[in-house]
């Protein structure tokens, strides 16, 4: 097996593990959840906020640690982190044990991509790492497929299904070290620290900063403006979960496509769409059809855009991979959490349209923001 096959299969695996399961199960989960262990909304909102905050600390550990220590341990310990949290949530016996899980199952999500982005760099040839890379960071895509499949499948047995999740986990843990190289990034010479912002970081921050605020008025509002103009319950909703994730499939393409038609290009080409599905949910006159079908292009264009983020990130940081995909990354979740109380806000404030029409708007700036270096560096 080639090495872009081998490690993109472990990748692909181990980010539908850590995002799908370990992280975005728990809310498909959460009613029957809530049900058994009276949680509260206090206390789902702590883990809701500590999740942000573990992720954020976790990518940057993530990619100081790959540098030091390797790939194949930061990526073995991603998956160990995931198996061990969602262990603990099928045993937790009370809230507070289970909040603790639920946090630590969420630190895998910030571990699992920077050492990903490394072993392609390290073992893969040139010509195909960006593919290699976005057919990877596609496996969230998976992962919200097959989570939300469980959660229709297995509704009320959450506890079966996380214990199912963590031997998963475990089977990537060890797949691991058979696929994913030993060489640390500093036996070649590289740098370690922050690194110089120059202006192609500087416009992969902007840029993927407002892609990710606009991204929350599906992430974090979807399912309350869908049930609120459709009257959809958890069913409806865990369909659209799926959409959502079988759209995000697209997002393998994503290395092709800039390849083919540069970086700059698809990124406008997909925040298009983008901001037409923030539309749907707050302007347009929804249908259940509509909705799905929104579902599906927003799964794609979040996904496209996440792996064309990280293709500017590597490129930008050409020599050290892992940190290059952690400040794109990290700059997405940084906008999530500004855009989702903004969000909150301005639909109190003002309603539905209003805020989608703000939000939409705030997806079509981020195309304003261009990497010019890396067009032609894909055109050459």
Not at 147 to 161: E, H, V
Not at 211 to 218: E, F, P, W
């Amino acid at each position: 097996m080639s090495p872009a096959l081998r490690i993109g299969m472990t990748g692909f695996g181990l980010i539908a593990v850590c995002y799908g399961f370990a992280r975005f199960a728990f809310g498909l989960f959460l009613p029957e959840i809530d049900h058994d262990l009276d949680l509260g909304p206090a206390l789902s909102g702590v883990i809701s906020g500590g999740s942000f905050a573990g992720y954020c600390l976790a990518i940057i550990a993530s990619s100081i640690l790959t540098e030091k220590i390797g790939a194949r341990a930061v990526a073995m310990a991603a998956a160990i982190v995931a198996a061990v949290g969602m262990a603990g949530i099928a045993l937790a016996p009370t809230p507070v044990f289970l909040a603790a899980a639920v946090l630590l199952a969420g630190l895998s999500t910030g571990l699992a991509s920077p050492p990903m982005a490394a072993a392609v760099a390290l073992a893969v040839r040139q010509e195909k790492q960006d593919v290699t890379n976005t057919m990877i960071n596609a496996g969230t895509s998976a992962g919200l497929v097959m989570s939300g499949t469980a959660a229709l499948a297995m509704a009320g047995q959450w506890r079966l299904a996380f214990l199912a999740f963590t031997v998963v986990a475990a089977a990537l843990a060890a797949a691991a070290i058979f696929s994913l190289p030993r060489e640390r990034a500093r036996e070649k010479g590289r740098a370690v620290g922050w690194p110089p912002m120059t202006g192609s970081l500087l416009r992969l921050i902007a840029a993927a900063f407002l892609m990710g605020a606009a991204s929350t008025a599906l992430w974090s509002f979807g399912g309350q403006l869908v049930s609120q103009r459709l009257g959809w319950g958890p069913t409806g909703l865990g369909l659209l979960w799926i959409c959502i994730g079988v759209g995000g499939m697209a997002g393998a393409w994503a290395g092709i496509l800039v390849a083919r038609f540069g970086l700059d290009y698809v990124h406008r080409a997909f925040l298009a769409p983008m901001a037409a599905t923030i539309l749907v949910l707050g302007v347009a006159v929804p249908t259940p059809a509509l909705v799905l079908i929104a579902g599906l292009v927003f799964g794609a264009a979040y996904v496209m855009l996440t792996g064309l983020y990280l293709v500017w990130g590597v490129r930008a940081l050409s020599d050290r991979p892992a940190t290059g995909l952690m400040i794109g990354f990290l700059t997405i979740a940084i906008g999530q959490t500004a855009g989702a109380p903004l969000f909150g806000l301005l639909l109190d404030a003002f309603g539905a349209a209003p805020a989608t029409m703000a939000f939409a708007a705030l997806a079509l700036l981020a195309g304003l923001f261009q990497d010019r270096g890396a067009t032609l560096r894909a055109a050459a």
